[in-house]
């Protein structure tokens, strides 16, 4: 087996950010703080450590493959990328890079001429289906695993490169025993505001907007491997006690919320940020909430525009009951974050006015929200029928902060841009207000 080379590129939104987000998540993060002091967002980095290399790097060791982490996150240009992987590098070895939409060509540009010095370039994540033969040694198409991993250093890998990973829809039967090795990541200790950990991998709902939905199945982790992985947050990150559950929806599995009870109750003083599924904001999943200690609850809202998410995959009981939801958390005393969407394809004027609308109207108990733009990354169940509408294949415009690169069906893609801007504007000016009158309220 070839030595392996986890390789983290860098992101040009990190270090260009939209202005009109940028004023927004300022105040985001004085806000945060206010709850956690020790909450900051990175300057011109990444945001949290890049989780993927923790669960390579372990899949790397029970392969017992040497490896090795570059990190190039803060990087000016793609021949100084190229240059650092040459020299740590020989030929044989793997050069593994897992890149979102903005940093694909970035990804591109450095494999092909990896790929002629005889290194073994292999892409996997979101873009991967994207990739050709002629662009890399190998794609993996799916959620990796050991046995994908091991078939893709192989060099009797099929001819084509590809390495497709097939699961079956429900949750499987196997449980994840292996455990993220941090060893890798020690620099980023004091360096992120928050640790990720995930209970399960995968996703049942079937939004078709979403990046997750392709899995279809839920894969749990034991009990042991989360305790281990949690030993490892103390040792490494003995400063940070913020905790994002990772799990695509908390609830999902009462047997994965179980085990993060087991764990948690002889490792006090963590505290957590979970995202759920309206539906999922059941008693028992709040009660299972307020013992383990979240402290904000990340709710998937998109759009005020019920019909248009139903008609996407997305389940729903109407706005009533996602307010009644809001307000169950609150009275726990949770937090409630938002995730909301701009530039869906159906996305009308009427149900942005309504989003604006309602976004007003639960002011007081939503504390903040995430604001993104779709992208159709090839992974999006939507991808195949809005393929044929993206006009702009430049992937470095691929980005959450920027405009839609497809027809919309009912608007332009400039006037998509500018009702997103208005969801940041209101955003913005809410939580400004917000701050202002507590301000005032203290004097």
């Known amino acids: ?28 993060e004085r806000e945060f703080a206010r709850l956690f002091p020790e909450f900051f967002i990175p300057e011109a980095s990444l945001w949290e450590m890049p989780l993927w290399v923790a ?98 250093l192989r060099p009797e890998t099929s001819a084509d490169g590809l390495v497709s990973v097939r699961s079956r829809s429900g949750i ?29 991998h995968g996703c049942l709902y079937k939004c078709r907007f979403c990046g997750d939905a392709w899995s279809q199945q839920l894969t749990l982790v034991e009990t042991d491997a989360l305790g281990r992985e949690v030993d490892q947050f103390a040792e490494r990150y003995p400063g940070t006690r913020l905790v994002y559950i990772g799990d695509k929806t908390f609830g999902q599995s009462r047997e994965a919320v179980r085990n993060l009870l087991t764990v948690f109750r002889d490792r006090p003083g963590y505290r957590f940020i979970v995202q759920t599924h309206v539906l999922a904001v059941r008693p028992w999943v709040l009660d299972a909430m307020s013992e383990l200690g979240v402290v904000a609850v990340e709710l998937g809202f998109e759009s005020a525009d019920t019909e248009m998410l139903r008609e996407s995959g997305k389940l729903s009981r109407g706005l009533d009951h996602y307010r009644d939801s809001l307000r169950a958390i609150d009275r726990r005393g949770m937090r409630v974050v938002l995730n909301v969407m701009g530039g869906l394809a159906a996305e009308t004027e009427n149900g942005h006015a309504e989003t604006v609308r309602w976004l007003r109207e639960c002011a007081d108990v939503v504390w903040l929200a995430n604001l993104y733009n779709f992208v159709p990354y090839p992974l999006v169940p939507d991808f195949p029928v809005l393929r044929p509408r993206i ?51 203290l004097k």
């Open 391 to 441: 006009h702009d294949w430049d992937f470095a415009h691929w980005r959450e902060d920027a405009p839609v690169v497809f027809e919309p069906y009912h608007l332009t893609p400039g006037r998509s841009w500018e009702l997103f801007v208005e969801k940041v504007e209101l955003m913005t000016d809410l939580l400004a207000g917000r701050r202002e009158a507590e301000d005032a309220c």
């Open 1 to 28: 087996m070839p030595t392996a080379h986890i390789v983290q590129l860098p992101f040009p939104s990190t270090s260009e950010p939209q202005r009109d987000l940028r004023r927004y998540y300022d105040l985001y």
């Open 172 to 200: 499987a039967e196997e449980r994840i025993s292996w455990v993220p090795q941090y060893r890798h990541l020690g620099g980023y200790a004091g360096r992120v505001p928050l640790l990720r950990l995930n209970a399960s």
């Open 55 to 152: 669960h390579i790097t372990a899949l790397l060791d029970e392969l017992d493959v040497e490896s090795t982490y570059v990190d190039l996150s803060s990087t000016a240009s793609p021949d100084d990328c190229l240059r650092a992987l040459v020299e740590v590098s020989a030929p044989g070895d793997a050069i593994l890079l897992s890149p979102l939409a903005q940093n694909f060509d970035l990804a591109l540009r450095v494999s092909r001429p990896l790929k002629q010095m005889g290194r073994i370039t292999v892409i996997g994540g979101n873009m991967a289906p994207l990739a050709t033969p002629g662009d890399v040694s190998r794609v993996v198409r799916g959620q990796v695993g050991i046995e994908q991993l091991r078939a893709v």
